[in-house]
């Protein structure tokens, strides 16, 4: 596995063994103030030994260079994804977008998420295309919702991927969360379970008609959502982390849009999770 976020294979910030580090494997590299240390190919498999208090794989800080990542490139590039998928859900939502033209854009922006996945460099057309995409398919759905299931469910959807994101983040910055090869573990095993178990819903949706087993209404409905909350919350954690390594290992700039494009796709989970448990509440009211 080489992802920290639902989609299980981001590439660009690699996993090894389930230890964290930039580009796992890569051969040394002219200028790359790592190249020769011991860290140069795995950066956590030969790591040194920590100090009491040190989370783990904790790199030591690298000097800024010319053409590395830095965590305002991230910050900028996070700010045109999410900033763009903001722009067009607002789009989608304000010329009411019909929900199988949203659906189609939905799948077209998987398929690119996909493909970027599965590529070595990042590629800012596609991520920026799925963004916008994406964010097509989030206003009309939202707009679907917020109109005939739960009125204002989208904007505390919003609130509470807010809350979310800004309560991992304190945590991760104050180590309260540390993100730990057993962290990863099961943060990677708690999204397959989960992915698996809408997998086999949907199955049984098709095939018996309904709500399958449930895992998207009522009870089990809740607590799967709730449970889709929190496995984003994991990966959010995650994406801190690859971040974090990246900028500490010199991690060339243009990686920033693989952070930018990660933090989007955990982003976007998490709002959805929230815009699909809102609904199952407001439903039973």
Same mark, same amino acid.
């Given at each position: 596995?080489?992802?920290? =976020?639902?989609?299980?294979?981001?590439?660009?910030?690699?996993?090894?063994?389930?230890?964290? %580090?930039?580009?796992? %494997?890569?051969?040394?590299?002219?200028?790359?103030? $790592?190249?020769?240390?011991?860290?140069? =190919? =795995?950066?956590?498999?030969?790591?040194?030994?920590?100090?009491?208090?040190?989370?783990?794989?904790?790199?030591? +800080?690298?000097?800024?260079?010319?053409?590395?990542?830095?965590?305002?490139?991230?910050?900028?590039?996070?700010?045109?994804?999410?900033?763009?998928?903001?722009?067009?859900?607002?789009?989608?939502?304000?010329?009411?977008?019909?929900?199988?033209?949203?659906?189609?854009?939905?799948?077209?922006?998987?398929?690119?998420?996909?493909?970027?996945?599965?590529?070595?460099?990042?590629?800012?057309?596609?991520?920026?295309?799925?963004?916008?995409?994406?964010?097509?398919?989030?206003?009309?759905?939202?707009?679907?919702?917020?109109?005939?299931?739960?009125?204002?469910?989208?904007?505390?959807?919003?609130?509470?991927?807010?809350?979310?994101?800004?309560?991992?983040?304190?945590?991760?910055?104050?180590?309260?969360?540390?993100?730990?090869?057993?962290?990863?573990?099961?943060? @990677?095993?708690?999204?397959?379970?989960?992915?698996?178990?809408?997998?086999?819903?949907?199955?049984?949706?098709? @095939?018996?008609?309904?709500?399958?087993?449930?895992?998207?209404?009522?009870?089990?409905?809740?607590?799967?959502?709730?449970? %889709?909350?929190?496995?984003?919350?994991?990966?959010? +954690?995650?994406?801190?982390?690859?971040?974090?390594? %990246?900028?500490?290992?010199?991690?060339?700039?243009?990686?920033?849009?693989?952070?930018?494009?990660?933090?989007?796709?955990?982003?976007?989970?998490? $709002?959805?999770?929230?815009?699909?448990?809102?609904?199952?509440?407001?439903?039973?009211?």
């Amino acid at each position: 596995m080489r992802s920290s =976020n639902p989609v299980f294979s981001r590439r660009g910030f690699s996993r090894s063994g389930g230890y964290a %580090g930039f580009n796992a %494997g890569q051969q040394p590299q002219a200028g790359n103030p $790592y190249a020769n240390s011991p860290y140069a =190919n =795995n950066p956590y498999a030969q790591q040194q030994p920590q100090t009491t208090g040190q989370p783990f794989g904790a790199p030591p +800080a690298a000097p800024p260079q010319t053409g590395r990542m830095t965590m305002d490139d991230v910050v900028a590039r996070t700010g045109m994804t999410v900033g763009l998928v903001v722009v067009m859900a607002a789009v989608a939502w304000i010329t009411d977008l019909a929900l199988p033209l949203a659906i189609g854009a939905g799948l077209v922006a998987m398929v690119l998420a996909l493909v970027q996945s599965f590529k070595r460099k990042a590629v800012p057309a596609l991520i920026l295309a799925y963004a916008a995409l994406e964010g097509l398919f989030l206003g009309a759905i939202s707009n679907f919702v917020d109109s005939y299931i739960a009125d204002g469910a989208a904007m505390q959807a919003v609130l509470g991927t807010m809350a979310v994101f800004a309560a991992v983040l304190v945590m991760y910055k104050t180590r309260i969360i540390r993100v730990t090869r057993r962290f990863y573990q099961f943060a @990677i095993a708690a999204a397959i379970g989960f992915v698996l178990l809408m997998m086999v819903n949907m199955l049984f949706a098709v @095939i018996g008609g309904g709500d399958g087993l449930g895992f998207r209404s009522g009870t089990l409905g809740i607590i799967m959502g709730i449970a %889709g909350i929190v496995i984003g919350a994991l990966f959010l +954690a995650l994406d801190f982390k690859q971040v974090e390594d %990246g900028i500490s290992y010199g991690a060339p700039r243009e990686e920033s849009w693989l952070a930018a494009f990660g933090l989007t796709l955990t982003l976007v989970w998490i $709002y959805l999770e929230f815009l699909r448990l809102i609904a199952i509440l407001q439903g039973n009211d």
